[in-house]
């Protein structure tokens, strides 16, 4: 923004150009200081805060999740496939009319040679007008058994949605934890980014005073670069994982979460999830999907065994019809006429081309009913291992607690000796990444728990 001043001009003239040149100088540094706070203002308008607790955002997904909506639809579509099939057991009924013009009715004699034409009797004119039912009595069994077939279907779409709901509440808590993990980690890094720049000016002053070496600036000014980087990729994972939450809630891509709870927040004791363990053959969705799998086949296989019986039915009609075709000749005349009865059949081929059906729909209960034990014995095993862990990361916890305030003491010790040249820059640097990590792994701690509680209760169907 500077430009040189001509020598050739006297030293007054050069003296009012130079303080003219600063003045603008000057102008423009303010409109920018000035048109700064706008922009960063006009940015931030359309970004919004949202501040929520971890139960609201698993209860905003479990509601909001799309994959949730889509789930709902097809519960909703299965259900009205089993209204359809109840009501095919309605009598069907079947109204209808017909109107026919005959032509002249043209006679031959001797092959094509000789013809003779004359009207339809008693009339060229043909109409009628009814009304038919039929009525399905005995199938053997095939409605009832398709009826328990869409009761099947319909159990297994709600226990799919609440599966689908379950699943998007647990990884919306996974998503909600991490993030609250990187807002507690973006606390310590700014705290270790302070101490690292304070550390920076100290070495610098003991560096003027030749009380250390060149080595130690230059190693200081390494790590305080390394934790603005880290400071950097924190912030990007923040981002992210915003990101990953607005889509399992569904929210606006303007929206930012705040998370209000913190990664202190109270854990559930260890023997309040013991009726949760009991629980879970008959609550976990999993099992309860196998299970109903295997209903659903057992249904399938009486559907193949009714092809083998008989059939009766109900059926009647009531008809109105012109002209007269019960006498002979014909008349020209309107009549009204209906009938009852019963039909009886039976499907002979069905004893050699319904055997090898029927035998594949029982092999496939048996599948099924092994998928369903398999299926136990891993929940089981899944549902023992997440209560282990739990326990686990509850005593991980108070451990963790304990070293941070141990390495925070030990921090202190370190930085008064560094600073009276009683210990070494590297023994200070490790006091500093021991009482970082020490608070890091507090904050993962408790938020590994929390994740393991929220896979309890999704394994064992109870989120």
């Known amino acids: 923004m500077t430009k040189s001043i001509p020598y050739s001009l006297s030293l007054e003239k050069r003296q009012i150009v130079t303080e003219k040149l600063r003045s603008s100088v000057f102008v423009f540094w303010m409109c920018a200081f000035l048109l700064l706070p706008i922009t960063i203002v006009a940015q931030n308008s359309t970004e919004q805060k949202y501040q929520l607790t971890l139960s609201e955002a698993v209860q905003l997904a479990k509601r909001q999740n799309q994959s949730v909506q889509a789930a709902n639809i097809e519960e909703n579509a299965v259900d009205e496939d089993r209204k359809d099939v109840y009501k ?83 990884q919306t808590a996974s998503e909600y934890l991490e993030l609250l993990k990187l807002n507690e980690s973006q606390k310590f890094i700014l705290d270790q980014l302070k101490r690292a720049q304070i550390r920076l000016e100290n070495i610098n002053s003991l560096y003027k005073n030749q009380k250390v070496t060149k080595s130690d600036v230059l190693r200081a000014q390494v790590i305080l670069s390394n934790v603005e980087l880290s400071l950097q990729q924190n912030q990007n994972d923040i981002g992210i994982t915003n990101q990953k939450l607005i889509v399992l809630m569904d929210l606006p891509d303007s929206i930012k979460l705040s998370p209000i709870d913190s990664a202190g927040i109270s854990k559930p004791e260890i023997n309040s999830l013991l009726p949760l363990i009991e629980r879970t053959e008959s609550s976990s969705f ?104 739990y326990e686990e990361a509850l005593n991980r916890i108070s451990v963790n607690e304990k070293s941070v305030e141990q390495a925070k003491v030990n921090y202190r010790i370190v930085n008064t000796k560094y600073l009276n040249q009683l210990a070494l820059l590297t023994d200070l640097l490790d006091a500093d990444n021991l009482y970082q990590e020490s608070r890091l792994n507090l904050v993962k701690a408790q938020t590994d728990a929390l994740t393991i509680y929220y896979h309890i209760l999704y394994t064992s169907g109870n989120l």
């Open 286 to 389: 999993s099992i309860q999907k196998s299970a109903e799998n295997v209903e659903l086949q057992r249904t399938k296989v009486k559907t193949v065994q009714s092809n083998n019986m008989p059939s009766l039915s109900f059926f009647s009609a009531y008809g109105l019809n012109y002209p007269n075709y019960l006498f002979f000749p014909p008349v020209d005349q309107a009549y009204a006429i209906g009938f009852v009865g019963l039909k009886l059949q039976y499907n002979i081929s069905s004893i050699y081309q319904n055997k090898n059906k029927l035998t594949a729909a029982k092999m496939r209960v048996k599948e099924l009913e092994l998928i369903q034990k398999e299926n136990t014995h891993i929940i089981n095993s899944q549902i023992k291992a997440y209560y282990i862990k």
């Open 88 to 170: 095919s057991a309605l009598p069907v009924i079947n109204a209808g009319s017909s109107y026919q013009r005959f032509s002249n009715l043209i006679l031959f004699t001797d092959g094509l040679n000789h013809s003779t034409s004359g009207s339809r009797k008693p009339t060229p004119n043909s109409a009628n007008l009814g009304i038919d039912v039929s009525f399905n009595i005995y199938s053997g069994g095939k409605q009832k058994a398709l009826q328990n077939e869409q009761n099947s279907r319909l159990k297994l779409a709600k226990l799919n949605t609440l599966d689908t709901s379950g699943n998007a509440a647990f």
